[in-house]
């Protein structure tokens, strides 16, 4: 009996250790799903409200502070390097050491899924799951 007490208690301790993992990408997937469909769909302030500012850009290119300047960039960060409207609709997220990413192709390559460097960086926070960095990984 206690050796069966046993089991069931280890058991039960490795589903509360893996459980936060499961909830966390779960959270991702749902708020990937909102995300993405507010980038296709073009609706800045709701992109807007799902980043973490500062943004990170890549190198050399100064950071966006503020939800102002995001706005104001929106079109160099979605529609810059890469398509990322149209990358968004089939793109599947990475997890990557706690944080998601997102690979898309250049905007004059899109079909090309090989050489995709443009990355999208999603990171937990208090406030749940945020936009926070794009980079180009070959800069």
Excluded: H
Excluded at 29 to 53: H, R
Excluded at 58 to 66: E, I, L, S, W
Excluded at 106 to 122: C, G, L, S
């Amino acid at each position: 009996m206690n050796k069966r007490f046993g089991q069931v208690w280890l058991t039960g301790i490795l589903i509360l250790l893996l459980m936060p993992n499961t909830f966390a990408q779960a959270d991702f997937l749902v708020f990937w799903k909102k995300f993405s469909a507010a980038v296709v769909a073009g609706d800045k302030a709701t992109v807007a409200e799902m980043t973490k500012f500062p943004l990170s850009m890549p190198y050399g290119v100064k950071a966006v502070k503020t939800q102002t300047d995001f706005l104001r960039r929106y079109n160099e960060i979605f529609n810059g390097e890469a398509d990322a409207a149209q990358c968004f609709g089939s793109a599947k997220p990475q997890k990557e050491s706690g944080r998601y990413e997102i690979y898309c192709p250049f905007k004059k390559t899109p079909n090309d899924k090989e050489n995709a460097p443009i990355r999208f960086v999603f990171e937990s926070t208090k406030d749940g799951w945020k936009f926070a960095g794009l980079d180009n990984i070959n800069e």
